[in-house]
Nanobody, 121 residues
Framework: VQLQASGGGLVQAGGSLRLACAAS????????MGWFRQAPGKEREFVAA????????YFADSVKGRFTISRDNARNSVYLQMNSLKPEDTGVYYC???????????????WGQGTLVTVSS
């Protein structure tokens, strides 16, 4: 499966952005999906994940209550709605697909190219 993330940009603290990840291939609906981010000089970190059915979601503690993850299997897409953004949310956001729902980057076999989110204070 090939993934293409979009929707990043520059936003002021307290603002919102919605990231989208479009997938190619007919098997998208069988994959668990995740969003990760990487800030300059830091390791890639887990942000959110959603099961193939959409029934289960997980969030990093740092984004709970501010971010939501959703998917539309008919459109081969997964979304990350980010509200109340903070400067520490700045980074390149990646979507990923895997066969096991968890928070470890190594468990996700397919990755998009990333989209940059910059939150100004």
């Amino acid at each position: 499966v090939q993934l293409q993330a979009s929707g990043g940009g520059l936003v002021q603290a307290g603002g919102s952005l919605r990231l989208a990840c479009a997938a190619s291939g007919r098997t998208f609906s069988s994959y668990d999906m995740g969003w990760f981010r990487q800030a300059p000089g830091k390791e890639r970190e887990f942000v959110a994940a959603i099961s193939w059915s959409g029934r289960s979601t997980y969030f990093a503690d740092s984004v709970k209550g501010r971010f939501t993850i959703s998917r539309d299997n008919a459109r081969n897409s997964v979304y990350l709605q980010m509200n109340s953004l903070k400067p520490e949310d700045t980074g390149v956001y990646y979507c990923a697909a895997g066969r096991e729902l968890n928070m470890l980057p190594k468990q996700f076999a397919y990755w998009g190219q990333g989209t940059l989110v910059t939150v100004s204070s």
